[in-house]
């Protein structure tokens, strides 16, 4: 009787072992089908390392300044650098925008080659018409001729958080803090802007 109790307990830790080694399926291992290329720990494919990227232009140091640390697109647009990398407050042109009988006041923030506008209108305009935003456009390219895409709201909120984002620009304050969140309001606001 104890040899039959030993065989029988035997040969079910046997199954109970066979059973949970078809369970691992080799998971403890990364295979190399379903793995790019290790790279360097800084290094991408795109043609750049991944650094303190500023987006500045690319300078006049010749071909070393394409990986340089310090830089972002390097002075080539359109080469999906991961968001809007130059910010900046264009003071011109929404004194221009704010010239237009239509607009009370607006603010303006520059990113590459993309402008944000947003417009508070004036007590007699009840909404933002195309004919208007046309305008607003027009003058925000004859104020900064590098400027390619104009977005234009009237939304207040939208308006309200520009009015911050400019105060802050101007004021120094870093842009990490709020640049992530300017981009997806952006991206809210305006779904089709590429």
């Known amino acids: 009787m104890k040899k039959l109790v030993v065989m029988f307990l035997l040969t079910a830790a046997s199954f109970s ?8 399926q080799d998971q403890n291992e990364q295979t190399s089908k379903n793995r790019d290329n290790t790279l360097n720990v800084n290094d991408q494919r795109d043609g750049r390392n991944a650094w303190d990227f500023t ?15 310090d830089m972002t697109n390097n002075g080539r647009y359109g080469a999906d ?3 809007n990398n130059r910010y900046a407050v ?13 607009v009370d006041t607006a ?17 007699n305009v009840d909404r933002l018409s195309k004919r208007l935003e046309e305008k607003i ?10 400027i390619n895409n104009v977005y ?3 939304n207040p909120d939208f308006a309200q958080r ?13 842009i990490q803090g709020f640049a992530e969140e300017f981009n997806e309001m952006v991206r809210r606001i305006f779904p089709n802007a590429r």
Not at 55 to 69: E, L, Q, S
Not at 137 to 146: E, G, L, Q
Not at 162 to 174: F, L
């Open 17 to 24: 072992l066979i059973g949970c080694m078809n369970g691992d």
């Open 55 to 69: 987006g500045n232009d690319r300078n006049d140091n010749g071909p070393n300044t394409v990986n340089n640390p």
């Open 81 to 83: 650098n991961n968001g």
């Open 90 to 102: 264009a003071e011109e042109a929404a004194r221009q925008v704010a010239d237009l009988k239509e």
């Open 107 to 123: 603010n303006v923030i520059c990113t590459d080659r993309n402008a944000y506008v947003a417009v508070v209108l004036d007590d």
């Open 137 to 146: 456009a027009d003058r925000v390219r004859r104020a900064d001729t590098s």
């Open 152 to 154: 234009v709201s009237a």
């Open 162 to 174: 520009m009015n911050d984002y400019a105060q802050k620009i101007n004021n120094g304050e870093p």
